[in-house]
């Protein structure tokens, strides 16, 4: 390989740094022309957090190997990787297993026998992450130069550390990483990170960076399920009180006798039981933030208490008359409509008012189009992890099943579904498999014909009023459009979806004035 092909690749990289690019497109960019270089059946990208490995681009890999999370310590090839400063090539015959075992598209079987090669990119001289890449041909790599590849990473980390949004990555990384420290020590609870690609998705990502500066009270309202707690997580790691605790109250779990208690405290003899004096929930968050979940299920009474303290920040402990001044930031959230509640009569209309400052609605995992294949592999590596197995993975049929299901549970429902369905599948394994694949009828989810569309329901035909060749134009356009929006615009795998080959999508797309 000459110098001169080397910077040929690497050109569009260079010339993408002065372009706005999402995210994920700068990444898949890199991949790209990676893949030009040093031809391969797979390649991925992968970041490192901690302990994890963090997968950003992949091609020729499974979807859900976007919500993968891999433990560098349960996968000795990532290991061997991390542990070598220059690129790695395993012998074809390695015994280490492949974290990409049942993975690659287009392959059933087990990766017995490739070719796998991969190196670290280090920025600042410290490890960000890897590149990887698989051939299912033994002979692929042995025409490929290990300095090819070295060359590549160097040009590549010095290409991602010069562009603007990496570099906000890594700081935010750093950064998130000493709150989510920090919130452990205060909770006890572990950080779980937001998983998503869809618009919908992003959209609500966006109000959490916008609102989680601000010291505004937040209602946080959607179908149950869908990750309420998360997002309260997520904004209070957003905001400047991030450093103090962030105390959590489901106020469903408790009776209305002890509700005042837990939020206001009280003092020794308050009631029958009251032993000792004791700060409410208020009280510990003071400086940080208290989460109210299940909100729709407080008392009148209790509202007008809260509304109060929400109001002047002053408080009373139960059985006290002392004063308490308290700086807590309010996230509030429900699965209720609190305004048909108000209207009603069964919620106050100014306490209300006083939670719905900034509302968020978090979407339903049916309108998130091809995130739930992306949650799937988040739980399905969990599971694998947890059960043990070299590779936890899912059928094309069932893929299907999860994308066409309505999930009226959301994300909690498919967590519980992918634990119970890989227990059940292996209890009916007569030897312990190296892979573990699950099925449609693994998954045993209602029958179901068509898949959900990223955002909205398939559109109805229009009706024609017109020209009919006009009509049908338009709505070719609709169709494409979304198809390239679940594939983030990757025209190969829009290509794939509607039974075209690439290049006549593309001509079919120009002559419609899509390119």
């Known amino acids: 390989m000459t110098a001169q092909s080397l910077l040929t690749t690497l050109l569009p990289l260079v010339a993408d740094l002065s372009r706005e690019l999402p995210e994920g497109e700068r990444y898949r960019r890199l991949l790209q022309a990676m893949r030009a270089l040093l031809p391969c059946d797979a390649a991925a990208l992968l970041r490192l957090d901690g302990e994890w490995l963090v997968p950003l681009a992949v091609d020729g890999l499974s979807v859900d190997t976007l919500g993968r999370r891999f433990k560098i310590s349960e996968h000795p090839r990532f290991e061997v990787l991390l542990g070598n400063p220059g690129p790695t090539r395993f012998d074809s015959d390695s015994k280490l297993p492949d974290p990409y075992d049942g993975l690659?598209?287009?392959?059933?079987?087990?990766?017995?026998?490739?070719?796998?090669?991969?190196?670290?990119?280090?920025?600042?001289?410290?490890?960000?992450g890897l590149l990887t890449l698989d051939a299912l041909d033994i002979e692929r790599f042995e025409r490929v130069e290990l300095d090819a590849l070295q060359a590549f990473a160097s040009l590549a980390a010095a290409t991602v550390n010069a562009a603007e949004r990496i570099e906000r990555l890594a700081i935010r990384a750093e950064d998130e990483h000493q709150r989510a420290e920090i919130y452990r020590q205060a909770s006890g609870q572990q950080h779980k990170e937001m998983i998503g690609q869809s618009k919908r998705h992003k959209r609500l990502v966006e109000e959490i960076k916008l609102v989680g500066g601000s010291d505004l009270t937040v209602l946080i309202t959607g179908e149950t399920g869908v990750g309420k707690e998360l997002v309260a997580q997520a904004?209070?790691?957003?905001?400047?009180?991030?450093?103090?605790?962030?105390?959590?109250?489901?106020?469903?779990?408790?009776?209305?006798?002890?509700?005042?208690?837990?939020?206001?405290?009280?003092?020794?003899?308050?009631?029958?039981?009251?032993?000792?004096?004791?700060r409410g929930k208020f009280e510990l968050a003071n400086g940080g933030t208290l989460f109210l979940d299940e909100?729709?299920?407080?008392?009148?009474?209790?509202?007008?208490?809260?509304?109060?303290?929400?109001?002047?920040?002053?408080?009373?402990?139960?059985?006290?008359?002392?004063?308490?001044?308290?700086?807590?930031?309010?996230?509030?959230?429900?699965?209720?409509?609190?305004?048909?509640?108000?209207?009603?009569?069964?919620y106050r209309a100014d306490f209300y008012h006083r939670l719905s400052v900034y509302p968020l609605q978090v979407p339903a995992l049916r309108e998130r189009g091809r995130d739930v294949l992306l949650l799937a592999g988040f739980f399905l590596e969990q599971n694998r992890s947890r059960m043990g197995l070299g590779s936890l993975r899912l059928t094309s049929d069932a893929q299907a099943a999860l994308l066409a299901y309505a999930w009226p549970g959301n994300v909690r429902e498919l967590e519980h579904l992918i634990g119970r369905s890989a227990l059940k599948a292996l209890g009916n394994c007569r030897e312990r498999p190296k892979i573990l694949s699950l099925s449609a009828q693994d998954l045993d989810l209602p029958n179901v014909s068509a898949p959900l569309l990223?955002?909205?329901?398939?559109?109805?035909?229009?009706?024609?009023?017109?020209?009919?060749?006009?009509?049908?134009?338009?709505?070719?356009?609709?169709?494409?459009?979304?198809?390239?929006?679940?594939?983030?615009?990757?025209?190969?795998g829009a290509a794939r979806e509607l039974g075209l080959d690439r290049a006549n999508l593309g001509r079919m797309a120009k002559r419609l004035g899509m390119k």
Not at 242 to 251: F, H, M, R, V, Y
Request: proline share 4%; hydrophobic share 40%; glycine share 8%.
């Open 104 to 128: 690659v598209d287009g392959l059933h079987g087990h990766l017995e026998v490739h070719d796998c090669m991969g190196c670290p990119l280090f920025i600042d001289d410290r490890p960000w």
């Open 235 to 278: 904004i209070h790691a957003a905001s400047p009180r991030a450093e103090k605790p962030l105390i959590s109250l489901n106020c469903a779990a408790l009776p209305e006798t002890l509700v005042e208690s837990e939020l206001f405290g009280h003092v020794r003899g308050a009631f029958t039981g009251a032993l000792n004096e004791r």
């Open 295 to 346: 909100v729709g299920e407080l008392s009148l009474t209790v509202q007008a208490k809260l509304l109060r303290v929400l109001q002047s920040g002053q408080l009373q402990r139960l059985g006290s008359d002392q004063e308490h001044q308290v700086d807590v930031r309010l996230i509030a959230a429900t699965n209720r409509d609190l305004a048909e509640e108000v209207r009603n009569g069964r």
């Open 454 to 492: 990223e955002e909205q329901p398939v559109a109805a035909i229009p009706e024609v009023t017109g020209d009919l060749r006009l009509a049908t134009e338009n709505y070719q356009r609709q169709v494409i459009g979304a198809c390239l929006e679940r594939h983030q615009h990757n025209w190969a």
